[in-house]
């Protein structure tokens, strides 16, 4: 047991430096594009993370996550774009005290944004998360809608239906995967604490749960809450990756987006979102190529479909919940002894049995 | 400030608005009856009747009342035909994973949209019979105003007819009563199933025809948020309760115009007025309106 | 301090026009056996979920340890000392054995949750000890050895026990138990009853059971409180409630209506 361990260990600090490795190679030489796909993957695996804390782990069917991202992303534009550049951008209103004199630092950014947007969480989370599965649905879409429309009409404060510009591209490859791995750690050690096992009871049973001592909103709220905390992260991240920001990029299809994800991985399994994170943005760029012309086919169009692309994707997303309703993992989680135990039995070897011991 | 001629003028876009939700939101509450399933495709198929009405009058030249029927039921097999491939195989399934599948067909039917008939918003052909404007005193009405309303209500007793009279009535209410029990009656249950379907989305293109001429201005994404409306609308009225959701279909239409017109200040926020509501009814009455109390088994 | 763990006052439980519980007035003393019996449909399982706060009484008072606990959420009264298992087991089905149980004890962790995410050392310790008495509960129930199987994968059998395991580990002083012995055979609920005696005696408990099988009934109880059409027909030792004429009455006239 404890020598099986001791190689989880060595072998994840072998994969992390492998993955440091790759990175560094990807940022030195790899072209802009590749570079940027690279950081999306990882702004990808915090959204879909956070977005199974609460679908996966909790079973709480949120849909808000447009919403807080939102959130995350203008806090990062308003307090990191230069004075100078807010004054050229806030043509029809000035931008209020204090922001329009003050920057601060990109992380320090990320931190105030993940936290409004816990607050928000916490207030929309009052009246919502006493709702059953779909009414909840409905209700925590409606608030994502609120506060677009909030932007959209607070032009002092986050410039309208105009957006805002210039947001200084600080999320460079080190810090989407530096915070993306922060996620995945914290995400791993809060479902396999006593905290962890409460919300999955939640997701198993709420009655039996709550029979069993189990305070259903206030855990239901820490899950909801952590959960918009770091959508705001990844929203933070994703401003200044775009550069540019507006009401527009927050639609409900950003949810759909990555719910895409969540469920190709499958609900509850933080290795599968991992995954599923790269596989669909890398196969959401190499899908680019149905936008364009396709020469052996005769009867498309010279000049490409624009869009062909998201409905080749939406396709996708009904075909993984039709027919592969699990996605990639379901609960389970890929783990060096299920590699293991795979590897072994691909080999011929019985595999040996797994106990699900204690850590 | 605010004479009779307003009132009037608020009164008659507030009674067509919301006449219009309710047209849709019957389709939502149908099917929330049978399945318990929010069918985030209503919307979507609503917003694809539009495109149909615009190539058929607009495109082709064909006569409008034409058009209208080859709209409505297309519409109605576009529904079905999204119940049987998308809903029905997951029928035993966890909710959650139809609840996604459903969100599936409304992201792929608006990006399809998207690619067939382009991005960028279209005009709603006008129908001179319908869009005329009446003067009576210093009140313009356009002559729509004062149809909607009507085909509204001659639908709605149709509809309650067929739901209280029929067999095919009795079928769907016994379903959404006690789905397990209702097959083990001898009820076909797909059948059952793809009928409120078909009827729901029918009325949906209805609701979109008149939808378009009044509004006149259609894109891809102009059915999700009078679709989430709509949801809220039948929300609102009691789910799974026909009257109901024209009720709260009536409602959120008079909750949107009457505020505008008071406080035009708010304009920009119209949209989340509906979501207000449904924190508002979930929180006090979360059966809503005419709904029915049901408690859980343990 | 007085003997009595559960005494419950003119509780009412209405549900519209139906009335399922109509003043039921029972009490239960320290380590006592007692069970709740009467045709389908009596109210036996609404007056349980009344006790634990799945429902709130319409009218009213249930009492535990002469403390007013009517009304409160089920969470709050499972802290207060009542654990119970459902009439349809109703297990964390996905989750392992282990964890059905560990989860059960998560209302005595007494920390937030970055001490959780943290690990501190005081979190581990009692990480540690939840995993000990973990290990004590399912090797008293013969389940140790399936700790990493999945809940629902289990025989029927094995899920009523882990049932009952998961209900000991929130270290109750009243444990309800709803129809532990459904589904079972003679020999098997010859067994139950031994088992829940047992835990009686280790644990200190005091247990409040439904239960159709007369045999178990009979053989386990203290006192019997019988129920029909939600209200109380007779209450004694199993002696005197199988000579009752009218308990007779409801089982053997009493037409199966359940709600």
Known sequence: MAKMKKRSVILSILLLAVLVLVLFLIDG?????????????????????????????????SLGHAGFMAIGAYSVALLTIPVAKKETIFMLEPLIAPLNTLTLPFGVALIIGGLLAAAVAFFIGLPCLRLRGDYLAIATLGFSEIIRILITNAQSLTNGAQGLKSIPKTADVWWCYGIALLTIVFIALLISSSHGRALKAIREDE??????????????????????????????????????????????????????????????????????????????????????????????????????????????????????????FGHKELTWSSIGNRLSRLAGHKPAKEVNGHE | MFDLTRLLQTLTDALS??????????????????????????????????????????????????????TILVTALLGTAAERLAYRPLRSAPRISSLVSAIGVSYFLQNLATVIFGGRPLTFPQIELFTDVLVIGDVYIQRLSLIVPVVTAVLLLMLLFLIKRTRTGMAMRAVSRDYDAASLMGIDLNKTIAITFFIGSALAGVGAIMWGMKYTRISPTIGSMPGIKCFIAAVLGGIGNTAGAVLGGLLIGFIEIVTVALVPELSGYRDAFAFIVLIVVLLVKPTGLLGEKTTEKV | MSNRVLEVKHATMRFGGLVAVNDLNMHIDKQEIVALIGPNGAGKTTAFNMITGVYKPTSGQVLLDD?????????????????????????????????????????????????????????????????????????????????????????????????????????????????????????????????????????????????HHMDVVMDISDRIYVLNYGGLIAEGMPAEIQSNDEVIRAYLGGDDDEA
Request: net charge positive.
């Open chain 3, 67 to 211: 403390r007013i606990i009517t009304g409160m959420r089920p969470d709050r009264i499972a802290h207060a000392g009542i654990a119970r298992t459902f009439q349809n087991i109703r297990l964390f089905k996905a989750l392992t054995v282990l964890d059905n149980v560990m989860i059960a004890q998560h209302l005595r962790l007494g920390m937030t949750w970055v001490s959780s995410v943290l690990r501190t050392p005081k979190y581990r310790k009692t990480e540690a000890e939840m995993y000990n008495r973990a290990k004590e509960l399912l090797e008293y129930m013969g389940l140790w050895e399936v700790r990493g199987e999945i809940a629902s994968s289990l025989p029927y059998g094995m899920q009523r026990k882990l049932e009952i395991a998961r209900a000991l580990a929130t270290k109750p002083s009243l444990l309800l138990l709803d129809e532990p012995a459904a589904g079972m055979n003679p020999a098997e609920s010859a067994e139950l009853t031994a088992l829940i005696r047992g835990i009686r005696d280790q644990f200190h408990l005091t247990v409040l059971l439904i239960e």
């Open chain 1, 29 to 61: 030489h790899a072209s802009k594009y590749i570079i940027r796909i690279t950081r999306l993957c990882a702004i990808n695996i915090i959204l879909a993370l956070s977005m199974n804390l609460v679908q996966g782990f909790t079973g709480i069917f």
């Open chain 1, 207 to 328: 009655i039996a749960a709550e029979s069993m001592g189990i305070s259903l909103l206030r855990h239901k709220m820490l899950s909801f809450m952590i959960s918009a905390f770091l959508a705001a992260v990844g929203g933070g991240l994703y401003a200044s990756y775009i550069g540019t920001i507006g009401p527009d990029v927050f639609q409900i299809s950003r949810t759909y987006d990555i719910l895409m994800i969540v469920v190709m991985g499958g609900m509850g399994s933080i290795t599968g979102s991992v995954m599923a994170a790269f596989i669909v943005t890398i196969g959401q760029e190499w899908l680019r190529v149905l936008d364009g012309p396709l020469p052996f086919l005769s009867f498309w169009p010279e000049n490409g479909v624009a869009g062909m692309r998201m409905v080749v994707f939406s396709l996708l997303l009904l075909v993984v919940i039709l027919f592969f309703r699990n996605g990639l």
């Open chain 2, 17 to 70: 608005l919301g006449s219009l939700y309710a047209l849709i939101a019957i389709g939502y509450t149908m099917v929330y009856g049978v399945l318990r399933l929010i069918n985030f495709a209503h919307g979507e198929i609503f917003m694809i009747a539009m495109y149909i009405v615009f190539y058929g009058v607009s495109m082709f030249a064909m006569p409008w009342y034409v058009t209208f029927l080859v």
